[in-house]
């Protein structure tokens, strides 16, 4: 099988992200990844602060009601993207345990952040994004 473009759009990944809500199973390439990490950030770094600002009239030291709400509805998501990313370089997401050491995060982050897909089909599945229709991509 030859490896297939598997790159998302911006609202492929986001809509992804929330349909493949906890999903610990199949493949998410870099993109995938990368998009969603920047509408996260869009959200949770500049829409929430805002509107906390905006709602109750202050200014957090640190996150706000809007920002611990997207917090929390993201974290589930999250971990099933960061075992997905692990699934596409051929790697369990047991290796998420490695975020426990400090020195762990390092691996982690290469592997989940930067490594390429694996080509073609791995002991995780085919080389399809987790949550896309077959007829997309």
Same mark, same amino acid.
């Given at each position: 099988?030859?490896?297939?473009? #598997?790159?998302?759009?911006? $609202? $492929?990944?986001?809509?992804?992200? /929330? #349909? ?6 199949g493949r998410s390439n870099k993109s995938a990844?990368?998009? /969603? ?12 602060? *805002? ?13 706000? *009601? ?12 999250? /971990?099933? *993207? ?14 998420? *345990? ?10 982690? /982050? ?8 694996? $080509? ?13 229709? $077959?007829?997309?991509?």
């Amino acid at each position: 099988m030859l490896h297939t473009n #598997r790159n998302v759009t911006f $609202q $492929q990944a986001f809509i992804l992200f /929330f #349909r493949n809500y906890s999903n610990f199973k199949g493949r998410s390439n870099k993109s995938a990844f990368w998009w /969603f990490a920047l509408a996260s950030f869009l959200i949770g770094g500049i829409v929430a602060p *805002l509107l906390d600002k905006f709602f109750f009239a202050t200014e957090y030291e640190g996150m706000g *009601l809007f920002g611990g709400i997207w917090a929390l509805i993201t974290l589930i998501p999250w /971990f099933s *993207l960061y075992t997905r990313r692990l699934h596409d370089s051929n790697r369990s997401g047991w290796w998420l *345990l490695l975020c426990i050491t400090i020195i762990g995060i390092i691996p982690l /982050f290469w592997w989940i952040c930067v490594s390429k897909s694996t $080509q073609g089909p791995n002991k995780y599945g085919d080389d399809v994004e987790a949550g896309l229709d $077959q007829g997309g991509s």
